[in-house]
């Protein structure tokens, strides 16, 4: 179902509807063309859903092509083009931050004081783990900490 399309698939799904042009320069983010930092994206732990970070976008200097009038506006036709709110996507995310917050909750109880920096170095020493932007979103500064570290560039 184009419903539960996510991605380029839906991406193609909308040019092929004639919905958007193919030349889509600057109208939705290119993945070569995101900063490393800060995180453009929050996730909101009620739906699962992506959302753009509007404090963030509003006080990055974006270097990349943007036939928006704003960064903010940018990320958010990115979401939308590439349909990442899918219903699909977000019950995926909505059973990952169950099982952060099962680790957080065990971490809590065994004293652990070091599991964010743990969860970090789990999640992010491999190049792209699926949910990349959420597990970040998740783990905040210490998601940005750990990426740093190891010389994050996107």
Known sequence: ?????????????????GKISKANEGNVLNPQEIPAFPNLFTFDKATGELK?????CGSVEFQGQNVHASLSELVDKTIEVFNLNCQRLCDERLVMLVHYSQQVAR???????????????????????SFFTTRRALLGKYAESYLISMNYEG
């Open 107 to 129: 971490a809590r109880k065994a004293n652990n004081k070091n599991i964010f920096d743990q969860l970090a170095a789990r999640w992010f020493r491999q190049s792209w783990p």
């Open 1 to 17: 179902m184009p419903t539960n399309l996510s991605c380029d698939a839906f991406k193609a799904h909308l040019e092929n509807c």
């Open 52 to 56: 753009t970070d509007y404090k963030v």
